[in-house]
């Protein structure tokens, strides 16, 4: 069975910042990951999603992932955070063969400071 | 044109009643599923459907039952609600091999 981890629970920066928020999974075979955010009250919104390619991901809002086949990760990053960045982010993985429901991460919250 | 659509956004009942939370997508996608976030935001599989078939029923009481009417459409009905289920419970839904999740925008239950 596949699993996600992120060792981040919560994460607490100013704004302009950097991010870079850890995200490992287990699976050994072909694996999609995609990065969702929560804003409070909200519905998950994908961010960014991997599926072949470029290990180097863009997504919106000027978020990025790096997936590095050989250490099973695949973190997000921002070069400058803002305020409204503040959220609950959500990595998740997809066996493409399977049934394609995504196995989540525990989540890490993002507290931006203004 | 919300593309995944659940209602009722928030549910609170009693201990022992039955209750249902409808979904809807009209975006086309073959599949559709229901996930349970807990009190710790972690979010856990607990049913999908594919044109109308359940292909994923991960270990749930019960006292849970998806009902999927067409491929639009997957239901959550469920019995006897305890403590424990309080949580919020969003639908998804996917299109194809390698697709990301579209999701609704939850439905927060809780049970007194």
């Known amino acids: 069975a596949q699993s996600v981890s992120q060792h981040n629970h919560h994460v607490i920066l100013s704004e302009a910042a950097s991010l870079e928020l850890g995200c490992n999974y287990s699976?050994?075979?072909?694996?999609?990951l995609f990065w969702y955010v929560q804003y409070p009250g909200q519905h998950l919104q994908l961010l960014l999603k991997?599926?072949?390619?470029?290990?180097l991901v863009k997504g919106i809002k000027g978020f990025e992932a790096e997936f590095i086949k050989s250490k099973f990760s695949f973190n997000l990053r921002k070069p400058s955070v803002q305020w409204s960045d503040t959220a609950e982010y959500f990595c998740a993985s997809q066996d493409p063969g399977s049934a394609r429901q995504l196995t989540f991460g525990s989540g890490t919250q993002l507290t931006v400071l203004p | 044109d919300t593309a995944v659509s659940q209602t009722p956004k928030y549910l609170v009942t009693q201990m022992g009643n039955d209750k249902s939370i409808k979904c809807e997508q009209n975006l086309g996608h073959d599949t559709m599923y229901w996930y349970k976030q807990d009190s710790k935001k972690f979010l856990k599989i607990m049913f999908s459907y594919n044109n109308k078939e359940l292909i994923i029923n991960e270990t749930v009481p019960n006292r849970f039952s998806p009902k999927s009417p067409d491929k639009a459409h997957l239901n959550l009905h469920i019995n006897s609600l305890e403590l424990g289920d309080s949580a919020v419970y969003f639908c998804?839904?996917?299109?194809?091999?390698?697709?990301?999740?579209?999701f609704g925008n939850g439905t927060r239950l809780t049970v007194t």
């Open positions: 998804a839904s996917s299109q194809g091999r390698d697709s990301p999740l579209h």
């Open positions: 699976y050994g075979g072909t694996v999609n």
């Open positions: 991997y599926f072949s390619g470029d290990p």
